[in-house]
């Protein structure tokens, strides 16, 4: 089963703590995508990529930065993280077609 | 934006086809119809896809008009694990990008 897969389901962290959420597809996929989903905002891109080491801002990236070191790996990282940053954490991948989300990370901070 | 319209909730018996509508009347030639569903706190799940032929895999059919302005995914048999908010989304296949727009999508609640 094809698959993408999210290194947490739960996490907690405090404010100004540097965060990593990791992201890994078994698909070869060349797109790779971060969200966030908040209740009432719905679904808002962070970053995408579509190659090894090349990134491109989504429609909110202000706090955040990704990493691409190898196609199958997409690293989103908060700086310094903030309790504006509790949400919901998805990571995306396509190729030409069909898009395959991961579980999700519930990201707290306290 | 979204370039889809949806009813914001519906509700469907169980052992019942359920019927979500979408509009899309701004759709392009060569821009796709997506399905995907999300049950409460996991990932969205892809469903369906077509451009202009009606659709059909194990787990849905998606039927789109004519005109491409509209189009109806069909769960033939609801069950209660099919209670989840469905999103409607229109996009290029393929591309660079593959960026999806989610609206805000139908809350389908499927009762026993």
């Known amino acids: 089963d094809v698959k993408v897969t999210q290194s947490s389901r739960y996490l907690v962290k405090r404010t100004g703590e540097k965060v990593f959420l990791e992201c890994v597809q078994d698909?070869?996929?060349?797109?790779m995508f971060w969200y966030r989903q908040d209740p009432g905002l719905g679904l808002r891109l962070i970053y995408f990529s579509y190659d090894v080491k090349m990134k491109e801002k989504g429609d909110i990236p202000e706090g955040y930065s990704v990493s691409r070191e190898k196609k199958e790996r997409f690293s989103l990282i908060l700086e310094s993280a903030s309790t504006n940053q509790t949400s919901m954490y998805l990571c995306?991948?396509?190729?030409?077609?069909?898009?395959?989300f991961g579980p999700g990370t519930r990201l707290t901070v306290t | 934006d979204a370039k889809t319209t949806q009813p914001t909730s519906m509700d469907c018996a169980e052992g019942r086809a359920a019927n979500l509508p979408c509009n899309h009347s701004t759709i392009s030639g060569n821009e796709y119809v997506y399905w995907y569903r999300q049950i409460h706190s996991q990932g969205p799940q892809y469903i369906i896809h077509g451009l202009k032929n009606n659709e059909t895999n194990e787990m849905a059919s998606l039927i789109i008009t004519e005109d491409r302005k509209s189009s109806t995914l069909i769960l033939p048999h609801a069950t209660l694990r099919d209670t989840a908010v469905y999103y409607c989304i229109v996009k290029y296949y393929g591309g660079s990008q593959g960026n999806l727009i989610f609206g805000k999508g139908t809350k389908l609640s499927v009762k026993p």
């Open positions: 698909m070869d996929h060349e797109n």
């Open positions: 995306a991948s396509s190729s030409t077609g069909t898009t395959i």
